[in-house]
């Protein structure tokens, strides 16, 4: 670890003092901002020349230039993760908050303003409601999914195998996990391209979004409303007749929360391990070749480009130590997860393959550790690998260098893979089993026809947790 220089008032020791504190509150607006330029237009070089400076624990500035930690060892971020006891993730103890100073439209809301799911929650409440959660998605048939997978890959590649060329990003990746979550909730097969569509429109954030978001929302309630009288097999019916008792609000609630951010966090694994796939020689050769297979190479996206770059939340219990950096009670800490697994502590040599390896921390740990891991790499495994299976001869039809990326504070992803592969018509063989009676039908409120528009390459894509914040 370098020595600290900090350019801004120190405290006497040599290192920034925490934000918040009265030494440290003249130089509070030079702290590095976690939304700002030089973060978005490289964040793994932002997170090294914060870790060289302050250590495996940086202060930094969220919008508004509020104050918080961000995370960056792995060891560090590991303590955060899993003492709950010190850490909480009940965001109404940021002072902020309780003073008032995070304004109502800030971008901040969506992702850390307290709502009554389990991931704000601790304790026995929060056993109450992420049990339902996990109980419910251990009930999911992984080889059902696996089914599902193949299904909706063949019908998308069958929407442009012909031409010889697509965009494997906007024709496929942001649209398979969707058709398969609403398989997994027990949705009937049309509402699949309906969800689809109106994801797609929050995270754009067009004029139609708050549109979107109603219709999503108000297909929940009614896929509740029918399931509370004709449970199935699936996750919503799991979830509905859980012995927690969750009430049809906080059934809605859990069911939107993974719907939208297993959707965006599966559709990132699966951008970004094409992207490697096509762009990276070494990978493909090695993939190709039989000496890494294809769950090798999910886990080392895992590794190098998580879904989620940063997750906040957590808030400080009292005042402690992290990193050797004084931590406030309330204070807002930010896991960095993509910070976390280059962290030089664990891994030395970033060209060394980490084949087997799980100890990433794309998936968090802990408490709060994803429930839907196993569930997120199962649809990306098979959707890549049936993609590659139905697309022989596929290659990028633009320089890797040119493709661009939508980057937030929370996550990269690649916007666009324009490919070409020898034209090919794909049988697609359609299920015969009856589609479910119970569920709702598509509402006749659906969202402008503007939503079902595809979006145009290179145009902007809103942050995908604007979506988590209800339409008001």
Same mark, same amino acid.
């Given at each position: 670890?370098?020595? !600290?220089?900090?350019?801004?008032?120190?405290?006497?020791?040599?290192?920034?003092? #925490?934000?918040?504190?009265?030494?440290?509150?003249?130089?509070?607006? +030079?702290?590095?901002? !976690?939304?700002?330029?030089?973060?978005?237009?490289?964040?793994?070089?932002?997170?090294?020349?914060?870790?060289?400076?302050?250590?495996?624990?940086?202060?930094?500035?969220?919008?508004?230039?509020?104050?918080?930690?961000?995370?960056?060892?792995?060891?560090?971020?590991?303590?955060?993760?899993?003492? &709950?006891?010190?850490?909480?993730?009940?965001?109404?103890?940021?002072?902020?908050?309780?003073?008032?100073?995070?304004?109502?439209?800030?971008?901040?809301?969506?992702?850390?303003?307290?709502?009554?799911?389990?991931?704000?929650?601790?304790?026995?409440?929060?056993?109450?409601?992420?049990?339902?959660?996990?109980?419910?998605?251990?009930?999911?048939?992984?080889?059902?999914?696996?089914?599902?997978?193949?299904?909706?890959?063949?019908?998308?590649?069958?929407?442009?195998?012909?031409?010889?060329?697509?965009?494997?990003?906007?024709?496929?990746?942001?649209?398979?996990?969707?058709?398969?979550?609403?398989?997994?909730?027990?949705?009937?097969?049309?509402?699949?391209?309906?969800?689809?569509?109106?994801?797609?429109? =929050?995270?754009?954030?067009?004029?139609?979004? /708050?549109?979107?978001?109603?219709?999503?929302?108000?297909?929940?309630?009614?896929?509740?409303?029918?399931?509370?009288?004709?449970?199935?097999?699936?996750?919503?019916?799991?979830? *509905?007749?859980?012995?927690?008792?969750?009430?049809?609000?906080?059934?809605?609630?859990?069911?939107?929360?993974?719907?939208?951010?297993?959707?965006?966090?599966?559709?990132? @694994? *699966?951008?970004?391990? =094409?992207?490697?796939?096509?762009?990276?020689?070494? /990978?493909?050769?090695?993939?190709?070749?039989?000496?890494?297979?294809?769950?090798?190479?999910?886990?080392?996206?895992?590794? +190098?480009?998580?879904? =989620?770059?940063?997750?906040?939340?957590?808030?400080?219990?009292? +005042?402690?130590? !992290?990193?050797?950096?004084? *931590?406030?009670?309330?204070? @807002?800490? !930010?896991?960095?997860?993509?910070?976390?697994?280059? +962290?030089?502590?664990?891994?030395?040599? =970033?060209?060394?393959?980490?084949?087997?390896?799980?100890?990433?921390?794309?998936?968090?740990?802990?408490?709060?550790?994803?429930?839907?891991?196993? *569930?997120?790499?199962?649809?990306?495994?098979?959707?890549?690998?049936?993609?590659?299976?139905?697309?022989?001869?596929?290659?990028?039809?633009?320089?890797?260098?040119?493709?661009?990326?939508?980057?937030?504070?929370?996550?990269?992803?690649?916007?666009?893979?324009?490919?070409?592969?020898?034209?090919?018509?794909?049988?697609?063989?359609? &299920?015969?089993?009856?589609?479910?009676?119970?569920?709702?039908?598509?509402?006749? /409120?659906?969202?402008?026809?503007?939503?079902?528009?595809?979006? #145009?390459?290179?145009?902007?894509?809103?942050?995908?947790?604007?979506?988590?914040?209800?339409?008001?």
């Amino acid at each position: 670890m370098s020595t !600290l220089r900090p350019e801004h008032p120190s405290d006497g020791d040599g290192r920034v003092p #925490p934000p918040g504190c009265p030494a440290h509150a003249r130089g509070a607006s +030079d702290l590095p901002r !976690l939304y700002g330029p030089e973060a978005l237009q490289d964040p793994a070089a932002f997170y090294e020349r914060l870790r060289a400076r302050y250590g495996p624990v940086a202060p930094v500035l969220l919008h508004g230039d509020l104050p918080a930690w961000l995370v960056l060892g792995h060891r560090e971020n590991l303590e955060v993760m899993r003492k &709950s006891s010190s850490f909480s993730r009940d965001s109404r103890r940021w002072p902020p908050f309780q003073e008032g100073r995070v304004a109502p439209d800030s971008p901040l809301n969506p992702l850390i303003g307290w709502q009554p799911i389990c991931v704000f929650a601790d304790g026995a409440e929060h056993e109450r409601l992420r049990g339902a959660v996990t109980d419910s998605m251990a009930q999911v048939d992984r080889r059902g999914i696996r089914r599902y997978v193949v299904r909706h890959t063949k019908q998308l590649v069958e929407a442009f195998a012909l031409s010889g060329q697509a965009d494997l990003v906007v024709q496929y990746a942001e649209k398979l996990p969707m058709l398969v979550m609403c398989q997994i909730m027990g949705m009937p097969d049309r509402y699949g391209p309906h969800l689809v569509s109106a994801c797609l429109d =929050l995270m754009k954030g067009s004029p139609t979004a /708050f549109a979107s978001n109603e219709f999503l929302v108000d297909t929940l309630r009614e896929l509740v409303r029918q399931k509370r009288v004709a449970p199935g097999r699936d996750f919503a019916s799991w979830l *509905i007749g859980h012995s927690s008792q969750l009430t049809d609000d906080e059934v809605l609630e859990h069911l939107r929360l993974v719907l939208v951010a297993a959707n965006e966090t599966t559709v990132n @694994l *699966i951008a970004n391990t =094409l992207r490697m796939v096509l762009t990276d020689p070494r /990978f493909r050769a090695n993939l190709a070749g039989g000496h890494m297979t294809l769950p090798d190479a999910l886990e080392q996206v895992l590794w +190098d480009a998580p879904p =989620l770059s940063v997750v906040p939340g957590r808030w400080a219990t009292g +005042d402690t130590v !992290l990193g050797d950096q004084q *931590i406030r009670q309330g204070d @807002l800490l !930010l896991l960095g997860l993509a910070a976390g697994n280059v +962290d030089p502590e664990i891994r030395s040599d =970033l060209t060394v393959p980490v084949h087997g390896n799980r100890s990433h921390l794309a998936f968090s740990s802990g408490p709060h550790e994803c429930p839907g891991r196993d *569930i997120g790499r199962a649809i990306a495994e098979a959707g890549i690998d049936t993609l590659l299976s139905e697309l022989p001869g596929l290659e990028l039809r633009a320089p890797a260098e040119e493709l661009s990326q939508s980057t937030s504070w929370v996550s990269t992803r690649v916007d666009s893979l324009p490919v070409r592969f020898p034209p090919r018509r794909v049988s697609v063989r359609y &299920s015969t089993e009856p589609e479910t009676a119970v569920g709702p039908s598509v509402p006749a /409120f659906a969202p402008d026809a503007r939503l079902h528009t595809p979006r #145009p390459t290179g145009a902007a894509r809103r942050p995908w947790w604007k979506s988590l914040l209800k339409g008001r």
